[in-house]
């Protein structure tokens, strides 16, 4: 490993992470808001929940009682008049489901003059959930659509129809107060309606969409959970005002000028990135093979969301596959390294945000005995890049707006 890339990588990441996180941006969203003369309700759900409800209790003058749902091990510390519940991410449990009712027991019988504060995260699909299915079948259910490769929009759609607290239905249960939603966009593209599964936001799927997917994927669904997908989700509302606060725009931008602070001439391919993450992972070391004997230092940036279609059962996660396939494009080229992980800090089931490597990463593995490509089709990039000190690990980040994944140059 080049300790010098791998420096390099831990200055653009940490710099880029720290740049948006969503601290200020909810201070500052919140400070125009016009409060009515009722009770003030906090509810924030999403792997930064516990960060952005923070925020709010140090800009909100009175907030009554409130509710934080996260990811397990994402609270930090107690928040005044703030309960803190953890629950199941990416598989809703039953703690999601308690944590759920519990919030809807702080909003039950709100008034015109009561304002109900939503902070809303990624990762809020699994943790803030009713079920309109038993809770074994949503999770079964779950399992297959994070197994088949579909992508985030896709599942969401399924979600909805799933839930009582999705797809709008949520503001619904809270009206008539009004709901002040700001949001830390997870999805490329920021479309509220999909962003945990918009829980405050009208849907814009309907149930020939939810139908089709089903059968494009080869769902098994109970009889139940089909009924589901022909109910109709809210498609209008009217007691929601909504901000978005943050997104993987501004994660690649921090990313390029973290970069250009080290020297390297940076490029942000696309913050739209939506494939599989092998694909991802392949596509950059090419373009740093493209680029090969440039002169300068380069810095090839790409924000967005890859997923992995499982064909065996390692452990990993998206961004470490990405990492991970880019290996064999690079080996041997002098001064490349690929690089990327979830701003969240967690990337798939493990306690890693993401992976590196670099020009003699594959060299490493062969060492090792351990080959590449039988590592990728069991979906073990964990213990694969852990064997070549290759994991990224940060902990919970306190924000969630995409992943993001770098190429560089060293000339």
């Excluded at 107690?78 to 199941?88: D, L, M, P, Q, S």
């Excluded at 405050?200 to 769902?219: H, R």
């Excluded at 979906?379 to 993001?404: C, E, F, Q, R, S």
């Amino acid at each position: 490993m080049d300790r010098a890339l791998r420096q390099d990588a831990e200055f653009i990441l940490s710099s880029s992470i720290q740049a948006v996180l969503p601290d200020q941006a909810v201070k500052k969203a919140l400070k125009g808001i016009q409060k009515g003369s009722g009770k003030t309700i906090l509810i924030a759900v999403g792997k930064a929940a516990w960060q952005m409800a923070r925020a709010a209790s140090e800009t909100v003058e009175h907030i009554d009682q409130g509710i934080v749902i996260t990811k397990y091990k994402h609270v930090k510390g107690k928040i005044h008049n703030v309960h803190c519940y953890e629950a199941g991410h990416p598989i809703p449990d039953e703690n999601s489901f308690r944590a759920t009712s519990k919030a809807l027991e702080m909003v039950r019988g709100l008034t015109t003059q009561d304002t109900v504060l939503f902070l809303l995260s990624g990762g809020g699909s699994a943790l803030f959930e009713q079920p309109l299915v038993t809770g074994a079948e949503l999770q079964d259910i779950t399992e297959q659509l994070l197994a088949c490769g579909a992508e985030i929009t896709e599942i969401n759609t399924i979600r909805k129809r799933l839930s009582a607290v999705k797809a709008g239905r949520f503001a619904q249960f809270c009206a008539p107060a009004k709901i002040f939603t700001i949001v830390l966009s997870d999805i490329v593209g920021n479309p509220l309606d999909m962003i945990a599964s918009g829980p405050a936001y009208p849907d814009l799927s309907t149930c020939q969409q939810a139908k089709s997917i089903v059968e494009k994927y080869g769902l098994h669904l109970s009889p139940t959970a089909q009924n589901c997908l022909e109910q109709e989700t809210p498609k209008a509302l009217y007691n929601v005002c909504t901000q978005v606060t943050g997104s993987v725009q501004e994660l690649c931008t921090a990313a390029a000028s973290a970069c250009a602070i080290l020297g390297y001439h940076p490029l942000v391919l696309t913050d739209q990135l939506v494939c599989e993450a092998r694909a991802a992972g392949s596509f950059l070391a090419s373009i740093l093979r493209s680029h090969a004997g440039n002169d300068k230092s380069l810095a090839f940036i790409a924000g967005g969301e890859t997923i992995v279609k499982l064909t065996g059962n390692g452990l990993g996660g998206r961004n470490q596959e990405l990492a991970l396939a880019s290996a064999p494009g690079i080996s041997g080229l002098s001064g490349a390294a690929v690089f990327s992980i979830g701003s969240d800090g967690t990337d798939g089931p493990t306690n890693a945000a993401g992976g590196y490597v670099d020009f003699d990463t594959l060299n490493s593995l062969n060492k090792k005995g351990l080959d590449v490509f039988t590592i990728l089709q069991n979906n073990d990039a964990y213990h694969g890049l852990k064997a070549v000190h290759g994991l990224i690990i940060t902990g919970p980040t306190g924000t969630n707006v995409n992943d993001v994944a770098v190429a560089l140059y060293r000339a």
